[in-house]
Each structure stands twice: as C-alpha cells, then as structure tokens.
C-alpha cells in the first residue's frame, strides 16, 4: 500500500460475533474522522505475521452503516485453510493496536437505478450485504435480504439484524435447520424482473449456485452483482510455460509451468502491486495488448474474460505462446 492511500487506524474493540467470528471497530488513530465509503467497499487491512517480518496484506468489507465516519467495522472468520490473514486477526491482532489500512475501495457498489434489490448473504460473505442493507434502509429503497449460515451459533450480526428497522426483510436460513426454512434457490430467482438486481456474497459454492441458478433462469447478466472472498485457482494439466513481453521495453521474461506470472516477473525484478495472490480483488489487474489469456480468476465478470484485453496475473495464465502486457 502506498502511504497517499494509507490510513493509521487503531483497534478501538475487538469482539466475538458468532463461533469462529470476530469484529475489529477500527477508528483513526489520530481520532479524526474516516474517510466516506459506499455500501460494498472493502479495505485492505496489513496484519502481523507473527514472525517479525513485513507481515501480510488481506481485503475485508466494511459492514457498519455507510453514514458513519467514526469507525469501520469488519468482520473475520476463522477460517482452517487460512493463509495467515484470519489466523493473524483472530490470534494476533489485541485492542489498541495500530494498524495500516488503505482508503475504501469498492468493486461491489449498489445499482442507483434498481427498483428492487436482493440481497443473499453466505457465511460470513454477509458483511458487505449488511452495509447494502443499511444503506438501502437508510434511502427507504425496496429490498430483502436472505441470510445463509450452516446454524444459528455461527450467525454473525444476528442481534444488529433483530434490532433494526429493517429486521421484517430478513429471512435466515440455517443448514441444520427443517427443511422448510432452507434457502430455495429455484423458488427465490424462478422470475426475473426487470429493474430487481440481485447481489450476493460468501463462500464458493453458495456463490456458484446463487449465480447458476439466476443464470439457468434467465437473469440478465448486468442485474448480477457479485464479489467473491476467496477462491481456489484451479492447476490444469494443460498449463505450460509461455512468455511474458513487456510493451514499454520489448523485454521477454519466461513463466514457467510451476510459476505465476507475478513470481516470474517479480524474479526477474519487475513488480506489480498485489494483495489477495487469488484472482479475487482485482489489486493486479493489468492490461494485455496482445495474445490470449488463460483466466482462472474470479473478480472478472464472463463478458470482461471474453474480451480478453486484462487479466490477473497473480493466478491467470496464457492460451497463447506469448502475452503482451502493457507494463
């Protein structure tokens, strides 16, 4: 992160939410007012590593109310297939501390011009889906919300959710529950509409079935509105080693079979901005002038992989012996 875009916030409180959940109320650390951000944002949040060194840098979306400027508040799973990033909020990081942030981005904003908006929430994917909540109760703007969790103890927010205005366009769905409360995908997406986008966020597999089903129903693909938290980038037989040319200076940098674009260019001494080493943030897009990528991510929506004119090269790789980048 550069230090135009980082902020220095302090833990103000950190709090169990749900088995395996915690929150982080993150206030600045010189006590003025926070940046604004829009419902959907996420921050880059940088997190000890435990071992003294330069420490880890991981996306988290803000799920307080968008209006205020006092706080962000984030929410983190304990996840045991963790990289460090949820291992380091939940083991690591106490009250008081200080850590970096970036200002908010945001690759999930609300469509201005729905009329109606569905909002389906996975696991812990429902942070950025309860600051939409907020925000579209706050502008008294039609919408339900559909909660997915695998019981009520790993429900995070649930008392937030009881005690709010909006609390009648909530529906839970508990895996563990009877089968008459379990989220119907087929039911709840059977009639697109026009002018109802649907968003969602968690994990993979709530997210391919959310979005296959909207597709197999013939939702437009510009009323889906997604942002994955992590993903798999799946190995192939198929993958091989190709080349890398640099538009600027004609340089060619080999990627082998076993190596990321961004380890080879990195290798050979040319760095490009990364955070999330998944294909899911978007943080090192980059342009490609010629050639055709090979796209394993999960940030670039089907129409943008098709025009095949960026790609991620933190995962992505390439269908054609040789990729110009314009880098």
């Known amino acids: 992160m550069s230090s135009a875009t980082t902020l220095s916030v302090r833990v103000a409180r950190k709090a169990v939410e749900a088995q ?5 109320e993150l206030v600045a650390a010189d006590g003025s007012a926070l940046p604004a951000f829009g419902a959907g944002a996420h921050v880059d949040v940088q997190l000890p590593d435990g071992k003294g060194g330069p420490g880890i840098t991981r996306q988290y979306s803000l799920c307080n109310d968008p209006t205020e400027t006092h706080r962000y508040l984030i929410g983190v799973l304990r996840d045991p297939a963790s990289r460090g990033g949820s291992q380091a909020v939940h083991e690591l990081v106490k009250e008081g501390d200080v850590l970096q942030i970036s200002t908010p981005k945001n690759h999930f904003p609300l469509a201005h011009d729905a009329k109606k908006s569905l909002l389906l929430g996975g696991g812990i994917g429902i942070t950025p889906i309860l600051c939409m909540a907020e925000r579209l109760a706050n502008t008294g703007a039609d919408f339900e919300l559909h909660y997915a969790t695998r019981s009520p103890e790993r429900t ?9 205005g909006f609390a009648k366009q909530v529906q839970f769905h508990f895996d563990d529950g009877d089968a008459a409360q379990k989220l119907d995908l087929a039911k709840l997406l059977a ?5 109802t986008h649907l968003y969602v966020c968690g994990p993979k597999g709530f997210m391919d079935a959310v979005l296959n089903t909207a597709r197999e129903k013939g939702w437009p693909e510009e009323q889906l509105h997604y942002e994955f938290f992590g993903a798999t980038v799946e190995k192939s037989d198929s993958d091989a080693s190709f080349e890398i040319k640099l538009a600027s200076s004609g340089r060619i940098v080999m990627v082998p079979k076993d190596k990321t674009v961004t380890q080879a260019l990195a290798e050979a001494g040319v760095e490009i901005l990364m955070s999330c080493e998944q294909g899911v943030c978007g943080t090192c897009l980059t342009r490609v002038l010629e050639g055709v990528p090979d796209h394993k991510d999960s940030y670039l929506t089907p129409e943008e992989q098709a025009a095949n004119d960026q790609f991620l090269p933190c995962c992505s790789r390439s269908k054609t012996p040789q990729l110009v980048l314009d880098l």
């Open 20 to 24: 395996d959940i915690v929150t982080l």
């Open 156 to 164: 995070a927010f649930r008392e937030r959710i009881a005690g709010s």
């Open 191 to 195: 009639q697109p509409q026009a002018g």
